[in-house]
């Protein structure tokens, strides 16, 4: 399987080039085109994101999977705007469920709970969590970028901007700052994450736009 990022880095779009009996699993609505003799896919997230979905009042869960049946293209893109990283992994990744574009390998594709740390740091209790041997890629909105944190080495992300991490890394919930700080700062809860492993962040967040946007178009 050969791959790359085009239009990168604000309408990044993955093109794929696959042959006879590869396959790429992806997220349902990425698909863009393709081109060749190609057999799609779909199936169910699981229990877990039944159990999700269930308690939440949400979507099911669904990935598609695309099995090439000769010389096979294939477009995906995610639904905002922003970067796409490729991701190798071996073990456990954990991805917020709306920075998951698609994977290749022997991949096990479950839902995680992460209780008051993923509500505080993405604003949802559930992510993804991809075990095995793999090529993720991962969607952002804005920028990507990776960091790569050693062992008791700390770093601090604002509420949201946390893309992917591998399972190694700790994760915490707390203020910003003292206490007028975190009542006036704008900023709030941050998350701490301790090494070691990768984090991957993104340079911005969809709520400050939404509201944005209501903001400008939601009165009157």
């Known amino acids: 399987m050969e791959w790359r990022i085009d239009h990168r880095p604000a309408y990044s779009l993955l093109r794929l080039h696959l042959t006879r009996g590869?396959?790429?699993w992806f997220e349902a609505g990425a698909y863009v085109y393709h081109k060749g003799s190609v057999?799609?896919?779909?199936?169910?997230g699981g229990i877990g994101a039944a159990l999700k979905r269930a308690l939440l009042g949400g979507e099911s869960f669904f990935l598609n999977q695309a099995i090439a049946k000769g010389d096979t293209e294939l477009g995906l893109a995610p639904a905002v705007p922003g970067d796409i990283a490729a991701?190798?992994?071996?073990?456990?990744?954990?991805?917020?469920d709306t920075s998951y574009l698609a994977h290749v390998g022997r991949v096990r594709v479950t839902t995680r709970w992460m209780g008051i740390r993923g509500l505080f740091a993405e604003g949802e209790a559930f992510w993804l969590s991809l075990e095995?041997?793999?090529l993720a890629f991962l969607a952002s909105y804005g920028g990507v970028e990776e960091h790569r944190l050693g062992v008791g080495e700390?770093?601090?992300?604002d509420n949201g901007h946390i893309v992917a991490l591998d399972a190694s890394v700790g994760m915490r919930i707390r203020k910003f700052g003292g206490l007028k700080s975190f009542l006036f700062g704008g900023e709030g809860l941050v998350v701490e994450l301790t090494g070691p492993g990768?984090?991957?962040?993104?340079s911005r967040t969809l709520?400050?736009?939404?509201?944005?946007?209501?903001?400008?178009?939601?009165?009157?």
């Open 22 to 24: 590869e396959s790429v």
């Open 154 to 157: 700390k770093m601090t992300v």
């Open 207 to 220: 709520p400050p736009f939404a509201a944005l946007i209501y903001r400008l178009t939601g009165r009157g």
């Open 39 to 44: 057999e799609f896919r779909t199936t169910s």
């Open 132 to 134: 095995g041997e793999g």
């Open 87 to 96: 991701v190798e992994f071996s073990g456990a990744l954990l991805v917020q």
């Open 198 to 202: 990768r984090v991957w962040i993104q």
